[in-house]
């Protein structure tokens, strides 16, 4: 949303799920159009980490991040804005620094080059971008040295 393009077959969905509607949300992608398993929405809630659905005609894929309540997490939702979308539909993205932000975590974790690609395309397209935000958020993340290593990243 807030780079450059790069073609992938899927949506990343960063939520807050209450356990007691998991089965609500499993029952809206029914089979055989999706493919989703209940079992693996349940443990990605119960252990806060990720679960997807697959829309079978299409192979498009919705992962599903389950939003941890630390901090950070809650000041990212708070921080969501909401773009437009379609002349009638807003949906709510990350801000630009907390895409950032969880672009070098994701960096720190696999080291693959394509989040340095992506956080370079952001800081090109976006012409405000607050680099204070990032580097305080990065030192308390412990990504400090992956946000230096990406501020001197070239494509």
């Known amino acids: 949303m807030y780079g450059e393009p790069r073609f992938t077959n899927d949506?990343?969905?960063v939520l807050k799920l209450p356990a007691a509607t998991i089965e609500l949300l499993v029952a809206a992608f029914p089979a055989p159009e999706y493919y989703v398993s209940l079992a693996a929405a349940k443990a990605a809630v119960a252990h806060r980490h990720t679960f997807?659905?697959?829309q079978i005609s299409q192979g498009l894929?919705?992962?599903?991040?389950?939003?941890?309540?630390t901090t950070?997490?809650?000041?990212?939702?708070?921080?969501a804005r909401e773009l437009a979308v379609t002349a009638d539909r807003l949906i709510r993205f990350a801000s630009p620094e907390d895409v950032i932000l969880k672009k070098?975590?994701?960096y720190r974790e696999g080291g693959s080059d394509k989040h340095?690609?992506?956080?370079?395309?952001v800081l090109r397209v976006q012409a405000s971008i607050d680099r204070e935000y990032i580097a305080d958020w990065a030192n308390k993340l412990g990504v400090l040295d992956q946000w230096h290593a990406a501020l001197k990243f070239k494509k």
């Open 52 to 54: 997807n659905v697959i």
């Open 116 to 121: 340095l690609r992506d956080i370079d395309g």
């Open 72 to 79: 950070f997490d809650r000041q990212r939702l708070r921080r």
């Open 104 to 106: 070098l975590q994701a």
């Open 61 to 69: 894929k919705i992962d599903f991040y389950v939003a941890d309540d």
């Open 11 to 13: 949506i990343d969905v």
